[in-house]
C-alpha cells in the first residue's frame, strides 16, 4: 500500500484478554518499529525490526509484550492478560533502512492503534 | 540513557507570531536529531532532521531548527505561524551508531488562533 497500515484502528478489551496489534508497513521497507503513546506522554519506544529479526526489543514493558515479523513485511504486536495500564495508542513505523545503513532515514509512521483495557 | 525535554507542553499563539519550541536531549555521542508533526486526524510526519553539516536546517512549511552543541539543543523555529500550523510537535534523538532506536520528547501542542 502507500502507507504503514495498521489494524484495528480501535480496541476495547477487557482486563486478562490477549490482543493482537498488527501492522503493514510500506512495501519494501526493510526497518520496522512499535512505539507506544500513553495520554499526555510522548512516544515511549518498544521495538525495532531489521527484516525478521528484532536487533532492539529494550522498549517492551514486560514479558506479557511480545512481537513478531514474518517475511520481512506484517508485524504482530502481542499483549498477553492486558492491564489497564496498557491502554495507550500503538503506533507502528517503518522506514527504508538497510542494516548497514545510517541511523537516520525518515520514519513513515501508520495511524496507530487505540487500545482501551476495561 | 539518553532523553529528550520539551520545555512547553501547550503554546497558544496569534496567526503572524513567531514561534519557538525549546528541546534539549542528553546524550553525550554523535546524535541525530529530528522534529515530527502530527496534524489533526493525520498520522505523524517528518519536519525536519539534522545528521550532520551546517547545524541550521530548514524543513518543510518554513520551519527551521538549530542545532547547538554546546547547549545539547534543537529547538524549533517558524518566523510568522498559521492557523494551519496546528498541531502537536514532537522532538525526538538517536544516536549517530544506533540500531535507529528513535527518543522521542512528550511532545508540544501548538495551537494557533486565527
Known amino acids: 500500500g502507500a502507507g504503514v497500515s495498521q489494524s484495528p484502528s480501535n480496541k476495547v478489551t477487557e482486563k486478562g484478554k490477549d490482543v493482537e496489534l498488527r501492522c503493514d508497513p510500506i512495501?519494501?521497507?526493510?526497518?520496522l518499529y512499535w512505539y507506544r503513546q500513553s495520554l499526555g506522554q510522548g512516544l515511549e519506544f518498544l521495538i525495532y525490526f531489521q527484516g525478521n529479526s528484532a536487533p532492539d526489543k529494550s522498549g517492551l514493558p514486560s514479558d506479557r509484550f511480545s512481537a513478531e515479523r514474518t517475511g520481512g513485511s506484517v508485524s504482530t504486536l502481542t499483549i498477553q492478560r492486558t492491564q489497564q495500564e496498557d491502554s495507550a495508542v500503538y503506533l507502528c513505523a517503518s522506514s527504508a533502512r538497510s542494516g548497514g545503513g545510517r541511523a537516520n532515514e525518515k520514519l513513515f509512521f501508520g495511524s496507530g492503534t487505540q487500545l482501551s483495557v476495561l | 540513557a539518553q532523553s529528550v525535554s520539551q520545555h512547553n507542553h501547550h503554546v497558544i499563539l496569534s496567526e503572524a507570531a513567531s514561534l519557538e519550541l525549546g528541546c534539549n536531549y542528553s546524550?553525550?555521542?554523535?546524535?541525530?536529531l529530528f522534529w515530527y508533526v502530527q496534524y489533526p486526524g493525520q498520522h505523524l510526519q517528518l519536519l525536519l532532521k539534522?545528521?550532520?553539516?551546517?547545524?541550521l536546517v530548514k524543513g518543510i512549511k518554513g520551519f527551521e531548527a538549530e542545532f547547538i552543541k554546546s547547549k545539547f539543543s534543537f529547538n524549533l523555529r517558524k518566523p510568522s505561524v498559521q492557523w494551519s500550523d496546528t498541531a502537536e510537535y514532537f522532538c525526538?534523538?538517536?544516536?549517530?551508531?544506533?540500531?535507529?532506536?528513535?527518543?522521542f520528547g512528550q511532545g508540544t501542542t501548538l495551537q494557533v488562533k486565527p
Open positions: 539534522y545528521f550532520s553539516g551546517d547545524p
Open positions: 525526538a534523538v538517536n544516536s549517530a551508531g544506533n540500531t535507529g532506536k528513535l527518543i
Open positions: 512495501s519494501g521497507h526493510t526497518a
Open positions: 546524550y553525550g555521542g554523535t546524535v541525530n
